[in-house]
């Protein structure tokens, strides 16, 4: 897999004693999602336990949840996908900039794997996705992505972490904040 880039919260301090960093690999029509948080032990962080049978659920980005946006740098559609630690997923299509999301098929749920290990002290949890990319962006030329992290604490707050934040405000949205290419 490719290099690991560290992701940083918008929020100034972000959660505390949190390190985010993610990695991907396109390895021919399928996307390869990595992400890698330590944390203090003592941080409560919302981390939903795994669901039996996980399945497609709108609104996970207001818990803590793992996201990738991707595009091709000649269209204006992209695609969104989030996916929480219980396993819970969706996978949208938007026209444009913050258009409508539209569910889009995806064949097999992401979540591959996901592993916690845990001292007195640290945290540290791992989850890797994997996803077959829509046929649109197999032949769209070059492509662009953002690697992003929702991370909700159990007394509700919440921290926006990316690759780089160029606004004013938290939006994994913005293009121009899509630095990888797979």
């Given at each position: 897999m490719h290099r690991s880039h560290p992701l940083h919260a918008f929020e100034s301090g972000g959660a505390p004693a949190v390190e985010l960093s993610a990695k991907m690999q396109r390895a021919d029509t399928k996307l390869q999602i990595h992400?890698?948080?330590?944390?203090?032990?003592?941080?409560?962080?919302s981390?939903?336990?795994?669901?039996?049978?996980?399945?497609?659920?709108?609104?996970?980005?207001?818990?803590?949840?793992?996201?990738?946006?991707?595009g091709s740098l000649q269209q204006a559609?992209?695609?969104?996908l989030n996916v929480?630690?219980?396993?819970?997923?969706?996978?949208?299509?938007?026209q444009s900039y913050r258009a409508a999301l539209a569910p889009a098929p995806l064949a097999m749920a992401p979540?591959?794997?996901?592993?916690?290990?845990r001292s007195e002290q640290r945290i540290s949890r791992s989850m890797e996705m994997e996803?077959?990319?829509p046929g649109?962006?197999?032949?769209?030329?070059?492509?662009q992505a953002g690697?992003?992290?929702?991370?909700?604490?159990?007394?509700?707050?919440?921290s926006h972490w990316a690759l780089q934040h160029g606004g004013g405000e938290a939006d994994f949205h913005r293009r121009d904040d899509w630095i990888l290419k797979p």
């Open positions: 992400y890698l948080l330590h944390h203090a032990a003592d941080l409560n962080l981390w939903p336990e795994p669901a039996g049978h996980p399945e497609r659920r709108d609104g996970l980005w207001e818990g803590t949840c793992f996201e990738l946006f991707i559609s992209y695609w969104e929480c630690p219980s396993g819970q997923w969706n996978w949208y299509r938007l979540l591959r794997h996901q592993s916690l290990q996803l077959e990319l649109e962006l197999l032949c769209a030329g070059p492509l690697l992003c992290v929702v991370l909700r604490c159990d007394d509700g707050a919440i």
